[in-house]
C-alpha cells in the first residue's frame, strides 16, 4: 500500500483517494463478506475478508501518511479495547455470567468510555455512517437503556398502524417533501419492531432480497421455456407464476424436514 500510494512511483487512483473516497468501499466490502456468509460461500469468503481487511490497510496508510496513525496503533488499538471490556477472561471477574449479562457489562464498559470522551448525550457516539436501519435500531437501544422504550410489541404495532394510516394520508393530501418524512417515521417503527422481536432487519431485508430475486429468476425461467421474457408478459401471468415460485419455495424448504 505505501507503494501504491508513492507520490512518485504509485498507481495514480490510489494517490488521489483520501478517507471520504476511500470509505465507501470499505463499506460495500464489509457488505460482500455479509453476503457471502449469507450464502454460505465458504469458498468466497476467505477472498472477500481479504479485500475488506485491504481497506483497513487502506486507511491505516493514509493516517500514517497524515501522522495520525498506522497499522501497528490500529491494531494494538483494537487488542487494548478487547481486552478492557473482557475483564471476565482477562481480568479478575468471574465468568460465571450469562450472555445477556456479558451484554448488560459490555454496555455500560462503552458507556464510561464514552463519558471519557465527553460523549455525555444518550445518543452520542451512534455511527452516522451505518446502515439507516441499523442506525435506527442503535438509537432505539440506546433511548431504550434509559426507559424511553414501548413495554412490548403490541404498542410497536399500534403505532405501525398510525403511522401507515398517515403515510397513506401524506400521499393524498400532503408534498412529496412530507410524503418522505412519513415514510421515513414508518420505517423507523419497523426498525423498532425488529427490535422488540429480535430480528435483525437488515439480515431479514436482505434474506426477502435474495428471496425476491431467486422467484423472479424463476418466472424468467417458465417465461423462456415459451421463448418469452417478462416484458412479453403481465402483470397477471406473471403474479401467477410469482405463485407458483413461491409454492415450490415453500415445498424445497419443507423437504429436508420432511425427508
Known amino acids: 500500500m505505501r507503494r501504491l500510494r508513492d507520490p512518485?512511483?504509485?498507481?495514480?487512483?490510489?494517490?488521489?483517494?483520501?478517507?471520504?473516497?476511500?470509505?465507501?468501499?470499505?463499506?460495500?466490502?464489509?457488505?460482500?463478506v455479509a453476503d457471502a456468509i449469507q450464502r454460505e460461500a465458504w469458498d468466497e469468503l476467505e477472498g472477500e475478508l481479504g479485500d475488506l481487511l485491504l481497506q483497513t490497510v487502506y486507511h491505516a496508510q493514509m493516517g500514517a501518511e497524515a501522522?495520525?496513525?498506522?497499522?501497528?496503533?490500529?491494531?494494538?488499538?483494537?487488542?487494548?479495547?478487547?481486552?478492557?471490556?473482557?475483564?471476565?477472561?482477562?481480568?479478575?471477574?468471574?465468568?460465571?455470567?450469562?450472555?445477556?449479562?456479558?451484554?448488560a457489562d459490555w454496555e455500560r464498559i462503552k458507556a464510561a468510555e464514552r463519558a471519557g470522551k465527553a460523549q455525555d448525550r444518550v445518543l452520542d457516539g451512534v455511527a452516522l455512517g451505518l446502515p439507516a436501519?441499523?442506525?435506527?435500531?442503535?438509537?432505539?437501544?440506546?433511548?431504550?437503556?434509559?426507559?424511553?422504550?414501548?413495554?412490548?410489541?403490541?404498542?410497536v404495532l399500534d403505532k405501525l398502524i398510525e403511522?401507515?394510516?398517515?403515510?397513506?394520508?401524506?400521499?393524498?393530501?400532503?408534498?412529496?417533501?412530507?410524503?418522505?418524512?412519513?415514510?421515513?417515521?414508518?420505517?423507523?417503527?419497523?426498525?423498532?419492531?425488529?427490535?422488540?422481536?429480535?430480528?435483525?432487519?437488515?439480515?431479514?431485508?436482505?434474506?426477502?432480497n435474495s428471496k425476491f430475486t431467486r422467484r423472479f429468476a424463476r418466472i424468467e425461467d417458465w417465461l423462456a421455456e415459451t421463448g418469452r421474457s417478462p416484458a412479453d408478459s403481465d402483470l397477471a401471468e406473471?403474479?401467477?407464476?410469482?405463485?407458483?415460485?413461491?409454492?415450490?419455495d415453500k415445498a424445497r424448504l419443507k423437504k429436508p424436514q420432511d425427508g
Open 8 to 32: 512518485a512511483t504509485g498507481c495514480p487512483w490510489d494517490i488521489e483517494q483520501d478517507f471520504a473516497s476511500i470509505a465507501p468501499y470499505t463499506i460495500e466490502e464489509a457488505h460482500e
Open 133 to 155: 436501519l441499523t442506525r435506527a435500531v442503535k438509537l432505539q437501544k440506546r433511548a431504550a437503556r434509559v426507559g424511553f422504550d414501548w413495554p412490548s410489541t403490541d404498542e
Open 238 to 248: 406473471m403474479d401467477d407464476l410469482w405463485n407458483r415460485a413461491k409454492a415450490e
Open 163 to 208: 403511522e401507515s394510516r398517515e403515510l397513506v394520508e401524506a400521499r393524498d393530501t400532503l408534498t412529496q417533501t412530507e410524503v418522505e418524512e412519513e415514510f421515513g417515521d414508518l420505517m423507523f417503527v419497523m426498525a423498532n419492531l425488529a427490535r422488540h422481536m429480535k430480528v435483525d432487519p437488515e439480515a431479514a431485508l436482505r434474506a426477502a
Open 67 to 103: 501522522g495520525l496513525f498506522d497499522f501497528g496503533s490500529v491494531t494494538r488499538a483494537i487488542a487494548d479495547k478487547m481486552v478492557a471490556r473482557h475483564p471476565h477472561v482477562f481480568g479478575a471477574e468471574s465468568r460465571e455470567k450469562s450472555s445477556d449479562q456479558q451484554t
